[in-house]
C-alpha cells in the first residue's frame, strides 16, 4: 500500500503510523482493511489537532468523542434526503487495543 497523505505530515500520530500498519499486516489484515485503519488512524490524527491535543491527552473518553464527531459528520452528511447514517460498529478497533497494550491509552 502506497503511503497515505497523512503520514508524511506532522500530526501527533505521525510517528505511530507506521509501526500501526505493520502490526496490522502482522495481524493478517487483508489490504483493504489496513487502508480503512489507516484512513481512520489519519482522521482521529487531524481531530487530535484540530482539538490542540497530542498524543498522551489520548483517552477512552477523547476518543468516543471522535467518535461522537465522526458519528454527527456521517448523520449530517445523510441530512440532504441521502439514506446515509453514522457507520455502523464504529469502534476504536485495532487502534484502542493497540494504545491500550502500549500504555498510551487512559483508561478515564
Request: overall charge negative.
Amino acid at each position: 500500500m502506497g503511503t497515505i497523505s497523512w503520514m508524511r505530515g506532522a500530526g501527533p500520530l505521525v510517528p505511530f503510523a507506521e509501526g500501526f500498519e505493520e502490526e496490522l499486516r502482522r495481524l493478517g489484515h487483508r489490504p483493504g482493511a489496513v487502508r480503512h485503519h489507516m484512513v481512520l488512524m489519519g482522521q482521529l490524527d487531524r481531530w487530535l489537532t484540530g482539538e490542540g491535543l497530542a498524543v498522551e491527552d489520548l483517552s477512552i473518553a477523547q476518543v468516543e468523542g471522535f467518535l461522537a464527531s465522526r458519528r454527527a459528520r456521517w448523520s449530517s452528511a445523510g441530512a440532504d434526503g441521502g439514506d446515509r447514517g453514522a457507520p455502523v460498529g464504529v469502534s476504536a478497533g485495532p487502534a484502542g487495543g493497540t494504545a491500550r497494550d502500549a500504555g498510551d491509552a487512559d483508561e478515564s
